[in-house]
């Protein structure tokens, strides 16, 4: 074993003594498990003193006997030997551990993947205030499993706790506004050892109670929390980001928050859509108007029943906020189109996604999910269509061939007055499908063409 495999292996061993440690107490490193036999009569105590005087990032406490000799200095203690090494770990050993984790060597000799954090040292990342709030109520709600009954928890500021990337002053401040919120007390003591005058600066760890009414505040934040647009089914998310484009694309061109948003592209297409298509357009919008509002994007907004429109009140700064995120969210995702997820053996080629269309029961099948359709609807006709063979799925079908076919007809008056009714039709489907099945590009349409696309054939 080389030198930078002992640090390795004194480092593991530190990290384990201090997870085991009660709060407030020196981790105890006890040499005769599995160190003795891997260092030389002064390498250990050699480490230690390069880890407490050059790193500074632990204090030796107490050395035991069979030490003695080698460092009588770091021996404050008079009383009884336990035989272990008792060290204070400081606020900079969570740091210098987590850079020594990312090193090749380390992870060649441990076996582990190297510790990762969504703001990695270094970055110049801004880490939203969000995701402190998450990353501390996590923390509590995992060190509280280790409480004992009226023992305040303690929460350490370590990699273990993901509390790490944070700086200690952010953490202290976030808990006080949790203590604001009366679902949690910080105690001032951070440091049992030591009286209240002389607490350490930078602690790495705090004490706190958590008060009767914090499971009742998190079971909102979790809902609150279920509700992010980052957090949304693909189905909603669909849903969500098409108005949130539609509402970014009006505020370039209005440069004014007050908004009139359409739910049809043109008016002169509502002759096409039955009272029930409507219906059913007005509440996907409503549903989605509904939901930015809680969520900040829009202030308020109106719609009167038998419109095709609402006037919506934008909150511009909470909107680019919300739009970047959704944009983010949809790189993720490949695009914005939620596909059922498919995997596929290294030795497989990619299969296609499956579709079928059931005639007699109007039922659109896409992998595992459905989208059951009303009989004698255009636009039901009109999916029986594409679906009915090989050679219509693949074909691309224009406007007039489409109102041939499902009107049984080539009249040239009837052709023009039933094309009204293919655009709402093809519009409707796309989103009846996205909104029950979470797949948004099931079709590719424009005001004379449709076809279905060519990877659910």
Not at 3 to 32: C, T
Not at 45 to 68: A, C, S
Not at 90 to 119: M, N
């Amino acid at each position: 074993m080389n030198g930078k495999e002992k640090l390795y292996l004194l480092l593991n061993r530190i990290e384990d003594a201090r997870v085991i440690a009660p709060s407030g107490q020196p981790a105890l490193l006890d040499p005769s498990k599995g160190l003795y036999q891997n260092y030389s009569g002064t390498e250990l105590p050699q480490l230690l003193t390069k880890l407490e005087k050059d790193e500074k990032v632990l204090k030796v406490l107490k050395v035991p006997t069979r030490i003695k000799s080698y460092l009588d200095e770091f021996d404050p203690y008079d009383h009884a030997d336990d035989g272990c090494w008792h060290l204070q770990l400081l606020p900079a050993f969570d740091r210098y551990f987590l850079k020594i984790q990312q090193e090749p060597e380390y992870q060649r000799f441990t076996g582990k993947k190297p510790v990762t954090s969504p703001e990695k040292l270094g970055s110049s990342t801004l880490m939203p205030y969000e995701e402190k709030l998450g990353r501390i109520v996590k923390a509590i709600i995992e060190a509280r499993k280790a409480t004992r009954k009226d023992q305040p928890t303690t929460l350490h500021t370590n990699a273990n706790s993901g509390l790490n990337y944070l700086d200690n002053e952010e953490i202290r401040n976030i808990l006080l506004q949790l203590q604001d919120e009366k679902i949690i007390k910080v105690r001032q003591i951070t440091n049992r050892l030591l009286p209240l005058s002389e607490q350490p600066i930078n602690p790495s760890l705090f004490y706190i109670d958590v008060l009767d009414g914090f499971d009742t505040w998190y079971e909102g934040y979790q809902i609150k929390q279920k509700g992010k647009i980052e957090n949304l089914s693909a189905t909603n998310f669909g849903q969500i980001y098409s108005v949130l484009a539609q509402i970014d694309d009006q505020l370039q061109l209005s440069q004014s928050s007050t908004l009139n948003l359409p739910f049809i592209r043109s008016l002169n297409e509502i002759e096409g859509y039955d009272s029930h298509d409507i219906d059913e357009l007005a509440d996907w919008y409503l549903t989605a108007l509904n939901y930015l509002q809680k969520i900040g994007v829009i202030k308020d907004y109106s719609h009167s029943k038998n419109s095709v429109d609402a006037e919506v009140q934008v909150d511009v700064n909470n909107f680019l906020d919300t739009w970047e995120t959704a944009k983010l969210v949809e790189q993720k995702r490949g695009s914005i189109e939620p596909v059922l997820p498919t995997v596929t053996k290294p030795s497989e080629a990619q299969k296609p996604l499956t579709s079928s269309y059931n005639d007699k029961t109007s039922t659109l099948h896409i992998q595992e999910r459905e989208l059951k359709l009303q009989k004698d609807r255009f636009r039901t006709n009109l999916i029986a269509l594409l679906m009915k063979s090989p050679q219509n799925k693949k074909k691309d079908w224009s406007w007039d061939e489409v109102v041939q076919q499902i009107e049984g007809t080539d009249d040239e008056v009837v052709l023009q007055k039933c094309r009204k009714k293919f655009y709402p039709a093809c519009d409707g489907l796309a989103k009846a499908i996205a909104q029950k099945t979470g797949i948004n590009d099931f079709l590719d349409y424009t005001q004379n063409t449709v076809h279905i696309n060519p990877k659910y054939i």
